[in-house]
C-alpha cells in the first residue's frame, strides 16, 4: 500500500489556506459542521460533477437528466417512508447535556471529558436511545397549520420516482434507462463531523436506473462495476479503494442488496458512494400514495410492469474530499517542504497558470496574451504579484498541473517554459502550441504520482 502524509487536519488547513473550502458563517463565530466553498473549491467541486455528468449523459445514451425540486409533496416522504423510519437512535446525557448517536458512541466525546466516549466518564448519565427523524421540517406559505408542513429532502431520488411518468412520456425511453440528478440534500444528522465527510447540507450527485424485474441483479452489478471504475479513472489508488457489500442487517428498508464503494480517509475506511438494488419499492409506493398508474407499458407487446431500479447514490462532497486526501503530497525542493495537490488535470481546480517572470520588458503583455488565448480552452490564471518560486508554490498547493513561465527569451522567439507540477520537468513550447499541447496533456491517461513515490 502506498504510504500517506496526509491527515484530515493537514486537509483542513490547506483548504482554509487557499480558500478551497472553509467553516461557514465565521463572522457570527460559525456555525457547527457547515462549510462554505470558496473559488477553488467551486472549480474543483464543478469539475467533480461534470466528470459525473459526462459519464452517465455524455458517455451513454441511456440516461437523462433532471433537477427537480428540494420542497416536494409532504406525501412524498409518507410514501418513500422517511416520515415513518428515516431515523437514527438519539441519547441524551442528562449531565452535560449533550446529545449523541446511540450506535456510534465510540465516535463521541463526552461533554465533561472529552478524552472519553459518552457513557464512560465518571458523571455520565445517558438517557434510554430513542428514534430521532433526521429530516429538516419547515413550513410553507402565510400561515403555519397542518397542512403548510413540509420537508427538505433529504435525498435527491424521490423527486426522480416523482417524475417517472413524466419521463416515459416525453423522453421516448424504455427501460433499461436512468434518470439522474444532482443537488443539496438536507439531514438533520445528530454527530456531524470530520470537515464535509457528514454535514447538515450537503450535495448528492444520485441516478435512478429503471430496469425490467429480471434484469436487476445484471444491471446491479454493471452499475457496482462502472461506479467503482469510474474513481479509480479519476487518479484514485486502487488500494485506497474498496467495494463492501452490506450485510443483511445494514440494509435499507428498500434495498434487497447494497454496496458501498469506500475510500480509505484518513479517519479509515469509509462509504463514498451506495449502488443498492431498490426492488420496485418506491415506484409501488408511490403509485400507491399517489393513485397514479406508474408501470410502465412496452406498446408493441402489450407487456406492462413495474419496473425494478439500481441506484448509484453518491456525495459530491464526499468525492471532493476523497479526491483532495488522495491528492495531497508533501516533498522536498531545494531543502524546503512543499505541499503539492496532485489532482487528476481533469479536476484540477486551474488548468494552467501564466507568470512572467518580470513585470516589465514586454513579459506581462505577452503573458496577458496566452491568457486571453488559452481561457477559450480551459480555466486559466495570470499571476505576476512575488517571486516565481512562491508563485510556483501557490500553484502546486492548489493542484495546478501547468505554469507557463514567460521569460526574456519568449519576447526574442515567442516560446515559453511549461513547468510539470509532479515530474517539475521544464519543457520548451512555442506560444502558438501551447493550446494544442495542453489539451493533449488534458486527454491523455493519468495516474496518481504518489503510486510510483514508494
Ligand atoms: N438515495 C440513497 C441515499 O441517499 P445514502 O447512502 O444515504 O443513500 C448517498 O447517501 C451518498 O450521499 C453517501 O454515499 C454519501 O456520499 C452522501 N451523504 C450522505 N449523507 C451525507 C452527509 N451527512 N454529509 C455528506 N455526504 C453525505
Redesign the pocket.
Known sequence: MTTDVVTMDKIVSLCKRRGIIFPSSEIYGGIGSSYDYGHYGVLLKNNVKAQWWRALLQERDDVVALDSAIIQHPRTWEASGHLAGFTDPLVDCRTCKRRYRADKLEDGQCGEKPSKCPGQGPNCDLTDSRNFNLMFQTTVGPVQDEGSTVFLR?????GIFLNFKHYLQFARKKPPFGIAQVGK?F?N?IT?GNF?????????M?MEFFVPPDEAEQWYEFWKQARYDWYLKLGIREDHLRLRPHDADEL?HYSSG?S??EYLYPIGWQ????I?NRGDFDLTQHAEFSKQNLEYVDTASGERYLPHVI?P???????TLAFLCDAYDEDQIDGETRTVLRLHPALAPVKAAVLPLVKKDGQPEIAREIQAQLRERMQVEYDEGGAIGRRYRRQDEIGTPWSITVDHQSVEDRTVTVRDRDSLRQDRIAISDLGSELERRLRAPWQSPKLGSD
Do not use: H, K, N
Open positions: 433529504p435525498e435527491t431520488a424521490q440534500s439531514r444528522e456531524p464535509v465527510f457528514r454535514m447538515r447540507e450537503f450535495e448528492q444520485e435499507s447494497t458501498d464503494v462509504e463514498l458512494e451506495g443498492a441506484e447514490a453518491a456525495g459530491a462532497d464526499r468525492a
